[in-house]
């Protein structure tokens, strides 16, 4: 509801990762985060029903690697959840 959860595997040597999203299949993609420490990230910034893609690119001290093969996710709001009252009738 509202968030998109990633992860992905660890490259070796790596030492941060930035995250990329974008609105169409095959990109544009803009960085959402940069400096990542660890193969996980949380995109806030979302809208149900909205489907967003993804790339991750892996950084070391020499430079970027390339973007990661795209994923998709389409947030959407937890269904409705339907409580039920019970009553309890007592007769003495």
Partial sequence: NGTVSLAWSASAGATS?????????GGPYASIASDVASPTS??????????YYYVVSANNPVG????????????K?????????LTESMFL
Avoid: Q
């Fill in 77 to 85: 709001a937890p269904s409705d959840l339907v409580v039920s009252a």
């Fill in 42 to 51: 949380v995109d806030n910034a979302v809208v149900n029903g909205t489907p």
């Fill in 64 to 75: 970027a690697s390339g973007d990661s093969n795209e994923a998709s996710a389409t947030p």
């Fill in 17 to 25: 990762y930035t995250v990329k999203r974008g609105l169409a299949p």
